[in-house]
């Protein structure tokens, strides 16, 4: 069996698809969204496969600017409990959109085999790997954190970097900057040592400062 071919429980998409097919309109209109590649390497990245996309986190719009930006492909967003969890409807929405659910205070193998299992069915996850919204000092990344290597390392998935710059202005179009997958496995191996891991995060954020540029 080969890399993300194993199969996962099948989900049921219908309230996803019925929201992405309403808003696709207004959102293509409003945003006019503009992907940039790096390469030829990172126009490949996303096309089909399993990926973890990580990206900057300015607004809590980004999530909406991904989905934009990437609308060819269905993305389930890492998001804390207590955001998902605020009442009846967020719980509602957050498992209609099958967002993975994890505790930045406790983080379980539970979260962890729910990254892994739907990265390893071939599909989308979404984060911040910042970890919370850097509104304060939107040109600077805060520190990446580091658990993002481990779910794309059990997810046997690549890491897609991209850095959303968002508009300014009504009449400015969104820009998805996206960078060329990094490969966690084929640069550390199976088994990373923490001190890998913590090169790895600073790599990542590296290159996202330098996505900024395109």
């Not at 719009?61 to 967020?90: M, S």
């Not at 805060?142 to 850095?163: D, N, R, T, W």
């Amino acid at each position: 069996m080969s890399r993300n071919s194993e199969k996962a429980p099948v989900k049921n998409y219908f309230w996803y698809d019925v929201a992405a097919a309403t808003s696709a309109i207004p959102a293509m209109l409003g945003f006019r969204p503009k992907r940039v590649y790096e390469s030829d390497k990172a126009k490949q990245a996303l096309k089909r496969g399993g990926a973890l996309v990580i990206a900057n986190h300015n607004s809590f719009w980004d999530p909406v600017y991904l989905l934009a930006g990437i609308w060819f492909r269905r993305q389930h967003f890492v998001c804390t409990k207590d955001l998902a969890e605020h009442n009846r409807f967020t719980r509602w929405a957050f498992r209609q959109f099958h967002c993975i659910l994890i505790d930045r205070d406790n983080f379980s193998m539970n979260s962890l085999r729910a990254v892994s299992e739907v990265l390893k069915a071939g599909k989308v996850v979404s984060m911040f790997p910042e970890g919370h919204v850097n509104a304060e000092n939107s040109q600077a990344l805060a520190p990446f954190k580091s658990g993002m290597i481990l779910l794309a390392q059990q997810g046997e998935s690549p890491i897609v970097p991209v850095y959303i710059k968002k508009p300014k202005r009504f009449y400015n179009r969104l820009v998805i900057n996206v960078g060329e997958p990094v490969d966690i496995r084929a640069l550390y191996g199976e088994r990373p040592t923490l001190a890998q891991i913590g090169e790895a995060a600073k790599l990542l954020q590296d290159k996202e400062e330098k996505l900024k540029t395109l």
